[in-house]
Every structure is written in structure tokens, then in C-alpha cells.
């Protein structure tokens, strides 16, 4: 899992001072958005690969 340093650049881009929830939201939601991102680059790899062997 990557540190929140790591995610800092989506941190920024979701959080909000006027939001009630807060930073540690914020960094929730930017390990989830990472993840999904990883799963979507992993599936066209794998299309991709699929694709090669027809």
C-alpha cells in the first residue's frame, strides 16, 4: 500500500477545507482511487495481452 505522501497529489485534488470530514477522508478516498486506478491499468494489460494471442 502506498504512503500517504505517496497519494499527496490526489489528496490534494479531493480535499476540500470546507469539508466537515476532513484529511483522514481524504486519504481514503485517494487509496481507493489509486486502487481502481491499478485494477483499470491491470485489466487493458491484460486485454491487451488477450488481444496478441487471437
Do not use: C, F
Amino acid at each position: 500500500m502506498k504512503t500517504k505522501a505517496e497519494l499527496q497529489s490526489i489528496i490534494d485534488q479531493i480535499s476540500s477545507a470546507d469539508s466537515p470530514v476532513g484529511m483522514d477522508a481524504a486519504y481514503v478516498h485517494a487509496m481507493i482511487l489509486d486502487h481502481l486506478i491499478s485494477i483499470t491499468e491491470r485489466l487493458e494489460r491484460m486485454e491487451a495481452a488477450l488481444e496478441t494471442r487471437d
